[in-house]
């Protein structure tokens, strides 16, 4: 085989195989943008999924799944893209606002540390080594309102992101509603 033939072969192999590809990058961040089933999919991978689907009331993962995304809303939120180094921030509490749900807030602490340690922009470090802010998270559920479609409550998560010296810096706010008469939140 001649080496202009080999070199045809190699890259028609090579556009064939980018064609091939159903992931579309976002070139703010050069992260690859999933879609709503890969992100269950990803973020439930030592859960079951058939729980996750079939509870009666919110759990664990209902929480995981809505603190993932925002988690990566404040990743991507200008403040963090903007400074060369990555920032330092500190994971004080995991407050649940709703007792009655089979809800374990150090479970949710755990995902949301690891979620923020992931990214590009965020550094999350402890307590006791300098940081340059604190996260708050918040889960609880709040009343829907102006909609027959879906149960009265939905799941409500807050980050909050205070300044060292306890000033609010930034919040994110995520809602997670469920059809009535279903299992799955959306």
């Given at each position: 085989m001649k080496f202009g033939a080999l070199?045809?072969?190699?890259?028609?192999?090579?556009v064939s195989f980018a064609a091939a590809c159903t992931h579309r990058i976002d070139a703010r961040r050069?992260?690859?943008i999933e879609s709503p089933e890969e992100v269950i999919e990803r973020e439930t991978d030592?859960?079951?999924y058939l729980?996750?689907?079939?509870?009666p009331g919110p759990l664990d993962q209902d929480y995981i799944i809505l603190s993932g995304r925002l988690a990566r809303e404040m990743a991507r939120d200008d403040m963090f893209s903007a400074p060369p180094e990555r920032v330092k921030v500190a994971l004080r509490d995991v407050l649940n606002y709703h007792p009655t749900a089979d809800v374990h807030p150090a479970v949710i602490h755990?995902?949301?540390e690891h979620a923020l340690m992931n990214t590009r922009a965020l550094w999350m470090v402890d307590g006791s080594?300098?940081?340059d802010y604190v996260l708050d998270v918040e889960l609880s559920e709040v009343p829907v309102r102006d909609d027959d479609n879906v149960e009265s409550k939905a799941l409500a998560v807050m980050f909050v992101l205070f300044q060292p010296n306890?000033?609010?810096?930034k919040e994110w706010f995520?809602?997670?509603k469920r059809e009535k008469g279903s299992r799955s939140w959306y």
């Open positions: 070199c045809r072969l190699s890259l028609f192999c090579v050069l992260d690859i030592y859960m079951t729980r996750l689907k079939k509870a755990e995902y949301v080594t300098p940081y306890g000033d609010i810096k995520g809602v997670l």
